[in-house]
């Protein structure tokens, strides 16, 4: 069975503090895609990042980091000096490859306040 | 492109009623899904289709129906609505594609059975 957990619910942090958002998957397939999206109060969801089981590098966009640790099973989200408008619901995702998506799984979300 | 389109982006129906929710992809990706997002639980799959003429279940089925007969569109159909399908409906599509599993969402449609 697959499943994506995301202990954390809400978060809540003042600007510019670094956050981590955990995300914990179960797969018993060799291969498969990690994913992270945004979806802020507009509602509309993002794709932020795409990661393939082959390739455990971990990835730095701008303030945006992602750490992923197969040994753990572990694909987290760090934002580094957090911003008012990181505030969203930000949903990890687990998919086999070559299925085209429709057997992605999600995670509850975390929701993230970030204060001024 | 207009990527994934949905329409209405809000509804309001009462108990019984019936209605579909049109999703349109302008991309010619052979995959659509159709998700719904309730607090606390993510998003999960409803029905899905790989490509014209060829639909699946999801994890949440009951209650709705598919059919897809072009690439282009794939419209979700609520029979008969229940208070229960209350929730934020998200179409989405992606390629068939080895390289690639990202989906790419339409704006969503927010109904409330009443």
């Known amino acids: 069975a697959q499943k994506v957990t995301q202990a954390q619910t809400e978060i809540s942090v003042v600007e510019k503090e670094d956050v981590t958002l955990d995300c914990v998957y179960e797969t018993r397939d060799t291969t498969y895609y990690l994913f992270w999206y945004k979806q802020p109060p507009s509602g509309e969801l993002v794709f932020l990042i795409r990661r393939n089981s082959f390739d455990e590098q971990n990835e730095i966009s701008g303030r945006y980091s992602w750490n992923f640790q197969k040994s753990t099973s572990s694909f987290n989200f760090t934002i580094t000096a957090s911003q008012v408008v990181d505030s969203a619901v930000y949903f990890c995702?687990?998919?086999?490859?070559?299925?085209?998506?429709?057997?992605?799984?999600f995670g509850a979300g975390t929701r993230l306040f970030v204060k001024a | 492109n207009a990527g994934v389109t949905q329409t209405p982006k809000f509804q309001v129906l009462k108990t019984g009623q019936s209605m579909t929710l049109q999703c349109a992809q302008d991309m010619n990706h052979e995959y659509m899904s159709w998700y719904r997002q309730d607090p606390g639980m993510g998003l999960r799959l409803i029905h899905y289709s790989v490509g014209a003429g060829i639909t699946d279940q999801g994890e949440v089925p009951n209650g709705y129906n598919v059919s897809r007969s072009t690439t282009e569109d794939f419209p979700l159909r609520l029979l008969s609505a229940a208070p229960s399908q209350t929730s934020v409906y998200f179409c989405?599509?992606?390629?068939?594609?080895?390289?690639?599993?990202?989906?790419?969402f339409g704006p969503g449609t927010r109904l409330t059975v009443l």
């Open positions: 995702a687990l998919s086999p490859l070559n299925t085209g998506g429709f057997k992605t799984i």
């Open positions: 989405a599509s992606s390629y068939r594609s080895e390289l690639y599993n990202e989906q790419f």
